[in-house]
Nanobody, 118 residues
Framework: VQLQASGGGLVQAGDSLRLSCAAS????????MGWFRQAPGKEREFVAR????????AYANSVEGRFTISGDTAKSTVYLQMNSLKPDDTAVYYC????????????WGQGTLVTVSS
C-alpha cells in the first residue's frame, strides 16, 4: 500500500488550499482514510477521516466547518479542502489508511507541509 500526499504550500491567513492523497496497492472499499497533522514541537493530531464505503466523515473540533474531506473512488484519491486557514493550521499534513474495523491506522503517506502566514 502506498499513500502519496501532495498539495501543501505557503499561503496567507484566510486563504484556501486543497490537499490530495493518492492511494494505491490494494482495494480500499473497506477502509477509512484519514488526515493528520503535526505542528513544530507538537504531537501528531487527528484532522479528519472518511470511510470509502458510505462516505461517513468526522472532523477535529479545530477544523470543523472550515475543512472538508472527500474521496474520489475512481481515482483512489482523498482530498482535504481547507478554507479560512489560520496560522495555527501550519503543520505537516499526513494521510493515512486503515481497515474500518481497526482502531489504529496501518499505512501512512510521507506528509506535505502547509504553512499559513499571518
Amino acid at each position: 500500500v502506498q499513500l502519496q500526499a501532495s498539495g501543501g504550500g505557503l499561503v496567507q491567513a484566510g486563504d484556501s488550499l486543497r490537499l490530495s492523497c493518492a492511494a494505491s496497492g490494494r482495494t480500499f472499499s473497506s477502509y477509512d482514510m484519514g488526515w493528520f497533522r503535526q505542528a513544530p514541537g507538537k504531537e501528531r493530531e487527528f484532522v479528519a477521516r472518511i470511510r470509502w464505503s458510505g462516505g461517513y466523515t468526522a472532523y477535529a473540533n479545530s477544523v470543523e466547518g472550515r475543512f472538508t474531506i472527500s474521496g474520489d473512488t475512481a481515482k483512489s484519491t482523498v482530498y482535504l479542502q481547507m478554507n479560512s486557514l489560520k496560522p495555527d493550521d501550519t503543520a505537516v499534513y499526513y494521510c493515512a489508511a486503515k481497515p474500518y474495523y481497526n482502531l489504529a491506522y496501518d499505512y501512512w503517506g510521507q506528509g506535505t507541509l502547509v504553512t499559513v502566514s499571518s
